[in-house]
C-alpha cells in the first residue's frame, strides 16, 4: 500500500494567490482528516470526513478556508486568497472507522506565502 | 471540555536514560488510546495503541505505555533512550462515541537526548 499521498509536498506561494492542497486517502478508509501544524500552535485538526461527509470543520480558520471530498479516494484544502500566516505544513490523514481508528499520516505539504 | 494532557512540554535526557512522559484524558466512556511519534521534519508515526486487555502495551523501538483507567492516564515509558529518539512525542485518544474515528491529541513533548 502506497500509504497517504499528498501533493504537492512543498508550495510557496505569493500573499494574496490561491492554494490548493491535495490527499489521496489509503484504498479503503472512509474517514479524512485535515491537520495544521506551526511552532507557535502545534497539531490541529481542521476539518475531517467520513465516507466523503463533512463531520466536523470547526477548526477552519476563516472563510478562506475550504475542503471537499468528491469521492473516497480524493480531497482538497484550499486556502483563498492566501495570507503569510497560514504558512505552516498541512497534514492528512485517513482511517478506517470498523476498524481500530489508527489514523495513518501523509507525508506532508509545507507551505509557505510570502 | 474534552481534552488530553501532556504534562511535560520538553524533556532533555542523556542517552541510556530512562523515559516516562505523562498523558492524561478526559472522558469517562470506552477509549482508544494511541502514542505517536514525529521525528524531525517528518511526519506523524504510530510508535503504539491499546484497545483492549493487558493495559501494558508494548510498542516498536523498546517503548511501552500503560493504560491505568482509574487515573485516565496512558504514559509512554522507555528504559534506555537513545540518540536517535529525539522527536516529538504525542499522545491521542479516540472516544468511541465520536463519529468518524476522529482523535483528540495531546499538545505534545518535545524529547531532547543528549548523545
Not at chain 2, 53 to 79: H, Q
Not at chain 2, 88 to 99: D, G, K, R, S
Not at chain 2, 102 to 108: C, H, M, N, P
Request: proline share 6%; with cysteine.
Amino acid at each position: 500500500d502506497a500509504g497517504v499521498i499528498q501533493s504537492p509536498r512543498h508550495e510557496v506561494t505569493e500573499m494574496g494567490q490561491e492554494v490548493t492542497l491535495r490527499c489521496k486517502p489509503i484504498s479503503g478508509h472512509n474517514s479524512l482528516f485535515w491537520y495544521r501544524q506551526t511552532m507557535m500552535r502545534g497539531l490541529e485538526l481542521l476539518i475531517y470526513f467520513n465516507n466523503n461527509v463533512p463531520i466536523d470543520d470547526s477548526g477552519m480558520p476563516e472563510d478562506r478556508f475550504s475542503a471537499k471530498m468528491p469521492n473516497a479516494s480524493f480531497s482538497t484544502l484550499k486556502i483563498q486568497p492566501s495570507e503569510p500566516r497560514d504558512s505552516a505544513v498541512y497534514f492528512c490523514a485517513s482511517t478506517r472507522t470498523s476498524g481500530s481508528n489508527e489514523q495513518f499520516f501523509g507525508p506532508g505539504t509545507r507551505l509557505t506565502v510570502l | 471540555a474534552q481534552s488530553v494532557s501532556q504534562h511535560n512540554h520538553h524533556v532533555i535526557l542523556s542517552e541510556a536514560a530512562s523515559l516516562e512522559l505523562g498523558c492524561n484524558y478526559s472522558y469517562g466512556g470506552t477509549v482508544n488510546l494511541f502514542w505517536y511519534v514525529q521525528y524531525p521534519g517528518q511526519h506523524l508515526q504510530l510508535l503504539l495503541k491499546y484497545f483492549s486487555g493487558d493495559p501494558l502495551v508494548k510498542g516498536i523501538k523498546g517503548f511501552e505505555a500503560e493504560f491505568i483507567k482509574s487515573k485516565f492516564s496512558f504514559n509512554l515509558r522507555k528504559p534506555s533512550v537513545q540518540w536517535s529518539d529525539t522527536a516529538e512525542y504525542f499522545c491521542a485518544v479516540n472516544p468511541l462515541y465520536n463519529q468518524g474515528g476522529k482523535l483528540i491529541f495531546g499538545q505534545g513533548t518535545e524529547l531532547s537526548v543528549k548523545p
